[in-house]
């Protein structure tokens, strides 16, 4: 499978924002779906946000109208843009190009949110 490299995480105060970034290699670029998935410590693994070959995006309810996930053609990059940051969005968020079950994945970046 294809590996993809995430960049972008660290430690952001409660409220603060984030940009996470995903290089997908052009072999994969054109696949049906990409998003982010994220694992808090004793939970299990959920989407954050998808996007679509077409552009289409959806959102967890949990991140809905603070977070923002883009695909950039030109640059063969995935992005999420996270803000308001809280407890709850602390996690190891991972990136994914083809789906859950058969998709690649990148190394997973820690974010961290404290004061």
């Known amino acids: 499978q294809a590996q993809l490299e995430e960049s972008g995480g660290g430690l952001v105060q409660p409220g603060g924002s984030l940009r996470l970034s995903c290089k997908v290699p052009r072999s994969i670029w054109r696949i049906d779906v990409m998003g982010w998935y994220r694992q808090a410590p004793g939970k299990q693994r959920e989407l954050v946000a998808a996007?679509?070959?077409?552009?289409?995006?959806r959102y967890a309810d949990s991140v809905k109208g603070r977070a923002t996930i883009s695909r950039d053609n030109w640059t063969n990059t995935m992005s999420l843009q996270m803000n308001g940051l809280g407890p709850e969005d602390a996690a190891v968020y991972y990136c994914n190009a083809g789906g859950e079950a058969r998709g690649s994945w990148g190394q997973g970046t820690q974010v961290t949110v404290s004061s």
């Open positions: 996007i679509t070959n077409g552009g289409r995006t």
